[in-house]
């Protein structure tokens, strides 16, 4: 009988395998298909259900065309969020595409910002190098402070 995961969990698995596509969309940037079909199973603590599977590949696919379709902003964001003279652009693959991941999460949904940096965290220990851990936490830090700021002005604003 196979044991249902628990909502967190599958979008653990979901963030994932959104990862591997960014990652082969960073690299072959002209591919527009994805076989969502060929993801590596290594993220399911065991083999997912057709149901776990689905709600994992569906969460995948809204990151993935999220973070696509949002790119510019995005890559705006965590610009302004690095240090003065690193961009984006200079950020190793799999990070840049972690980061964009999360920045997504963090600016443009509904998980709460220390949630989206501890999985990105998770992801940079499994595809990252020793120091993408550290890395990914003080950029997305300083993405999540801002946006913060950014809402509360708007906020600030609103109620004038």
């Not at 979901?14 to 002209?30: D, K, T, V």
């Not at 969460?59 to 964001?77: S, W």
Request: aromatic share 6%; charged share 30%.
């Amino acid at each position: 009988m196979d044991k249902k995961l628990k909502k967190n969990e599958l979008r653990a698995i979901g963030r994932a395998y959104a990862l591997q596509a960014l990652y082969q969309h960073e690299l072959n940037p002209q591919s527009q298909e994805f076989n969502w079909e060929n993801l590596d199973d290594e993220s399911a603590p065991e083999p997912l259900s057709a149901e776990d599977q689905g709600v994992a590949l569906d969460f995948a696919q809204r990151l993935f065309e999220g973070v696509v379709d949002r790119k510019g902003e995005i890559d705006q964001a965590l610009n302004a969020a690095f240090d003065k003279g690193r961009t984006i652009e200079r950020t190793a693959p799999v990070d840049r595409c972690i980061l964009r991941l999360a920045a997504f999460e963090i600016l443009f949904s509904d998980t709460p910002r220390v949630v989206a940096i501890s999985q990105a965290i998770e992801l940079g220990n499994k595809f990252g190098d020793v120091k993408t851990r550290a890395f990914l936490n003080g950029v997305l830090d300083h993405l999540g402070k801002e946006s913060n700021a950014s809402s509360k002005d708007a906020a600030s604003s609103a109620e004038v």
